[in-house]
């Protein structure tokens, strides 16, 4: 499936629950309700929906929130995605703070590998940001993880100005010490974020990783395609990510779609137009009908997104999308 820019389309993410068990202060409003159930997608159909898109060539899956491990059983609907003909990978985004109890039975179920959502590694500094105290539990879910062989376990990490901006060299350090795969994110200012002061540009990231840890070495990560640019420290066996949502346009390279957790499709995430595919679904939609609405949301993707120019997007937060 081509959209309108000649940009090959095979990688969806899709949210499964709005609903988590944080607070980060830029994702959500702290209280905000929740979907009811009766909104959500059920598995049965987000795997029509599924089937739908790799017909098209989606062949790369990646779970979302919200929290995708408050949904219950996520296992079985990890093995349908698995094992839909056309998709060759599944992997989970995450908070991890239930990752340690379900990392064995998420691989055996099919799931390929896991980022996990970390933005400090102080506890106090992280109750600040999410709401909670569970800093342990994650970073229990992280090694689970890595010795279940969902790897590789990329750590993502949002930069937030005057916030934790201090911690990115404690976070470089771990690629060295522990093998840690760093992702660092810049904060996108989103609709009724809350609590976060603004942007920390990726050049002056990497600037200040360079001037006290060493060169970054460019290298290839062995897999995913995202816009994120990927390299190594001196001798490290981790990799620093480095991902410029805000300040370094990737729209031409785009290759994705959302499926929100109440069934729309959103084929950028920084602009609010959708296609509703719970609805059809729902009147008996078949997989051909699928496949044209889905063909649709490729026709109507935009060139680029417009977040540095006229503002964020409106309709809805973070948490309903899928991060």
Not at 163 to 180: I, P, S
Not at 248 to 261: H, I, P, S, V, W
Request: glycine share 8%.
């Amino acid at each position: 499936m081509v959209d309108s820019f000649s940009r090959r389309i095979n990688y969806m993410r899709i949210s499964v629950t709005d609903r988590c068990d944080l607070r980060c202060i830029y994702c959500t409003d702290r209280f905000d309700p929740t979907l009811s159930h009766d909104y959500i997608l059920r598995y049965e159909e987000i795997h029509q929906i599924v089937k739908a898109a790799a017909g098209l060539g989606v062949k790369k899956l990646r779970l979302t929130g919200g929290e995708a491990l408050m949904r219950m059983d996520l296992y079985r609907l990890v093995e349908m995605l698995a094992q839909t003909d056309g998709i060759d990978e599944v992997s989970l985004t995450t908070n991890g703070t239930q990752l340690a109890r379900h990392a064995d039975g998420l691989k055996t179920a099919g799931l390929s590998r896991v980022n996990v959502s970390l933005d400090s590694l102080k506890p106090d500094r992280f109750e600040r940001i999410t709401g909670s105290d569970r800093i342990k539990d994650v970073l229990e879910g992280i090694e689970a993880a890595r010795k279940a062989g969902l790897n590789p376990v990329k750590i993502n990490m949002v930069v937030l100005k005057d916030l934790n901006d201090d911690e990115v060299l404690d976070f470089a350090r771990k690629t060295l010490t522990d093998g840690w795969h760093v992702r660092f994110i810049e904060h996108m200012p989103f609709v009724n974020g809350n609590g976060a002061n603004g942007t920390v540009a990726i050049k002056d990231i990497m600037s200040s990783i360079e001037a006290s840890l060493g060169k970054l070495e460019p290298h290839l990560p062995t897999s995913g395609n995202g816009p994120a640019r990927y390299y190594k420290l001196p001798d490290a066996p981790g990799t620093l990510g480095f991902i410029g949502a805000v300040t370094e346009c990737f729209c031409a390279e785009c290759n994705r779609f959302r499926l929100t957790a109440d069934g729309h499709l959103r084929p950028c995430l920084l602009d609010d137009d959708e296609i509703d595919l719970k609805g059809p679904l729902r009147r008996g939609a078949d997989i051909t009908e699928l496949e044209r609405l889905i063909q649709e949301a490729a026709t109507r993707k935009q060139q680029q997104h417009h977040l540095g120019e006229n503002g964020t997007p409106e309709k809805r937060q973070m948490r309903q999308i899928g991060g």
